[in-house]
Every structure is written in structure tokens, then in C-alpha cells.
């Protein structure tokens, strides 16, 4: 079972009412899913949500700032997390619509992820076939 933080417990009082969540600890924070797609993260006890091309405006006109982390040459800036409006993380139901556009960009970048292209044996075979006959 994964050892709860006092952000995760937090985090979870705010997504409250949307089904199907789930956490899993990972790089030293918990990871946040629905149906199996991450949407929110916890890292040093601060929620980040999921954001994409069509949601960054709204997040950044709400003064949101982007995950970043510490590295030995500097900070890392992870664009795809932005933490949340601090108006939001006191108060459930401010958080639902900000985790609803973090759940709808995790969907979207699953649904575009990139799928390994298949050849069969018998369309290769088929593509060498015609170019011999032309």
C-alpha cells in the first residue's frame, strides 16, 4: 500500500466525487490517474495537474506555475504539470473544473501518444511483389 503524504491526503479531499481515482507512489511524490492516465501529481507536498495546448492559457492566466525540479546544473521545468489556483486548493468544489481540465488533457495526450507502426509479413511480401511486376 503506498505510503500516504500529507499533500496526497490533501489532494485527495479535493478530488473528492470524481470516480476512479487512483494513486500510485513514484519518484519520490505520488502519481494521481483515472482510468489508468496520470492527471495530477504530488511532488514536495504540492499538487500539479495535467495541462496540454489547449488548457496551459487557462492555467497560466490563473497565475499556475509549472512543475520544476532541481538538477546539478540547474532547474528542470516540466511544462505538462502546472500547479494548480490557489483558490482551488481550498475548496473542492473550485478544484473539480481545474481536475476536469487536467483529466480531459490526460486523455487527450493517450489518445495522440504515438502507436508503433505494423508491418505483416504478407504486406511486405505483397509491396516487394508489385515492384518486381511494374
Not at 482510468?35 to 499538487?47: K, V
Not at 481540465?101 to 505494423?118: D, E, N, S
Request: with cysteine; proline share 5%.
Amino acid at each position: 500500500m503506498p505510503r500516504h503524504s500529507p499533500g496526497l491526503d490533501h489532494a485527495m479531499e479535493l478530488l473528492h466525487g470524481i470516480g476512479g481515482i487512483t494513486t500510485k507512489r513514484m519518484f519520490g511524490g505520488h502519481g494521481i490517474f483515472v482510468e489508468d492516465r496520470m492527471f495530477a501529481l504530488i511532488a514536495h507536498e504540492q499538487l500539479y495537474l495535467k495541462v496540454d495546448d489547449q488548457t496551459r492559457d487557462q492555467f497560466e492566466e490563473a497565475g499556475c506555475e509549472p512543475f520544476a525540479y532541481a538538477t546539478k546544473n540547474g532547474q528542470t521545468r516540466i511544462p505538462s504539470y502546472m500547479t494548480a489556483p490557489d483558490e482551488a486548493l481550498d475548496d473542492a468544489e473550485a478544484m473539480h473544473p481545474w481536475a476536469e481540465l487536467a483529466i480531459a488533457a490526460a486523455m487527450r495526450a493517450k489518445a495522440t501518444a504515438r502507436k508503433p507502426r505494423r508491418t505483416s509479413g504478407r504486406s511486405a511480401r505483397a509491396t516487394i511483389g508489385d515492384s518486381q511486376n511494374s
